[in-house]
Nanobody, 117 residues
Framework: QVQLVESGGGLVQAGGSLRLSCAASGRTFSMYTLDWFRQAPGEEREFVAR????????NYADSVKGRFTISRDNAKNTLYLQMNSLKPEDTAVYYC??????????WGKGTLVTVSS
């Protein structure tokens, strides 16, 4: 079992930056694929970014490419999402997801990011 806790959300003006963190406990996630998803009010949850377990692979949604950077520190069991040049449409609850090699997923409870125009 893995517990994930996101932090770092808040209110920021358009053009600003935030860094989200996702701390894992319970079991090490060094072998897990890690994702960030988000869900805007009234919208479906959508994929944001992914990193493989050894960070040799990253993938981003087109809407955040060039602005967001995913990273991980396996020694600290922590996943990060650096978000730059934020836009009002980035407003959402952001979730981290850990996926085992067998495909089992663990989700955090999310952290709210609000970008004002």
């Amino acid at each position: 079992q893995v517990q994930l806790v996101e932090s770092g959300g808040g209110l920021v003006q358009a053009g600003g930056s935030l860094r989200l963190s996702c701390a894992a406990s319970g079991r090490t996630f060094s072998m897990y694929t890690l994702d960030w998803f988000r869900q805007a009010p009234g919208e479906e949850r959508e994929f944001v970014a992914r990193t493989s377990w050894n960070f040799d692979y990253t993938n981003y949604a087109d809407s955040v490419k060039g602005r967001f950077t995913i990273s991980r520190d396996n020694a600290k069991n922590t996943l990060y999402l650096q978000m730059n040049s934020l836009k009002p449409e980035d407003t959402a609850v952001y979730y981290c997801v850990a996926r085992t090699p067998a495909g089992i997923e663990y989700w955090g409870k999310g952290t709210l990011v609000t970008v004002s125009s």
